[in-house]
């Protein structure tokens, strides 16, 4: 489609928009003028679905009303509560359902999974991450290797941008393969890198991870409602991920986990287990042996905090309505509109730093800005934008098109290129 730059042409697309309906499901934060503010900070935290409110409170309420009893005699039960968030989570990264389990929160989730899925052994003992990995995942990468008795300096290997470059070739890849594939016990990457908005070829990632006896994991946080995934295709053995960005579950909310099937049965994998994860038809016999239930739920370990999932079922019910594969649409036509208008600024201060191509990103753009310190930031967010700083000059926008419009982007346009 040809964009036009003019503020009609915003309202137009709008106009169009058959997903634009959802926005009202939505409390948009205001501005101190009053007006809604530009919220592009979905890559941050999500915005509140209004029924997730009710949702909290009815289990509030069946609190009060039951008791104990609310473990089974609801419509949700406490026991099961979960259960109902794993098949709408698994349409949402392209999963089997016995492959999802809602649990923990993202870094513990890559911890428990790293105890599975990172298994040193004699020389094969090192972990591929990308280069400005998120400090979280660095600094569980660099505590396994040294619980593991390994030194990071030597066994953490860097998937680096060619210089100049801010973005990662899977040639370069697949030369460190090449040179240390035998000494690689896995490959661990973020699905989308939460600086760049680069999002890789998991698949590619995989296959090659595998094609040299390595294990594959992904952190899918800046993935997870935002692209497709694929995560059951793209053969990976593990993925978490958290609720709170794309996923619109609210502030430290619960994340996700993937553990391929070809893991569902295996009851050799080391992992630290818990009574969750424990077969469910005996759970309450409360006898010492552990037996994993099949599939991702046998890495639980806690009973699930309810309080702080119902917000998911209030998220989840909303992509379900919307279809994620009509969310992805609009995200494509929602971010190439924001390039073009980010490309349409007079003079030369701002290159996007994301990939051009949509298979290559999700909705999140990353703005490069020459000559800017934080208070270009300061100004842009005095007039009502939110989005977010990264130093040294990078500001992160992310569209997203369960409630963005095409009029926030021609609004963030307006009000950065005044400011520049
Ligand atoms: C947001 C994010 C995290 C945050 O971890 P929490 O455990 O949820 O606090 C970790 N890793 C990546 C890649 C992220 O984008």
Known sequence: MTFEPTKEFAQSLDA?????????SFHIPKH???TESVYLCGNSLGLQPKKAAAYVQEELNDWAELGVKGHFDKTFPWTRYQEFLTEPMADVVGAKPHEVVVMNTLTPNLHFMMVSFYQPQGKRK???MEADAFPSDTYAVDSQIKFHGGDPAEDI???QPRPGSSTLEIEDLESILRKHGDEVALVMIASINYYTGQFFDLKKITDLGHSHGALVGFDCAHGAGNVDLDLHNSGADFAVWCTYKYMNSGPGSIGGCFVHERHADNDNLDRFAGWWGHNKEERFLMEPKFDPIPGAEGWQQSNAPILSMAPIR???DLFMEAGFKNLLSKSVSLTNYLE???NNIPGDRIRIITPDKPKDRGCQLSLA????DKSLFKDISSRGVIADWREPDVI???PAPLYNSYMDCWNFVQILSSEL
Do not use: C
């Open 396 to 398: 992160r926008v992310a």
């Open 340 to 342: 073009y208008l980010v």
């Open 32 to 34: 101190t003028d009053g």
């Open 126 to 128: 090192k972990i591929i």
């Open 369 to 372: 800005v020459k000559n800017a």
């Open 16 to 24: 169009g928009d058959k997903l634009s309906r959802f926005r009202e």
């Open 314 to 316: 209030a998220s989840m």
């Open 157 to 159: 290997i860097l998937w």
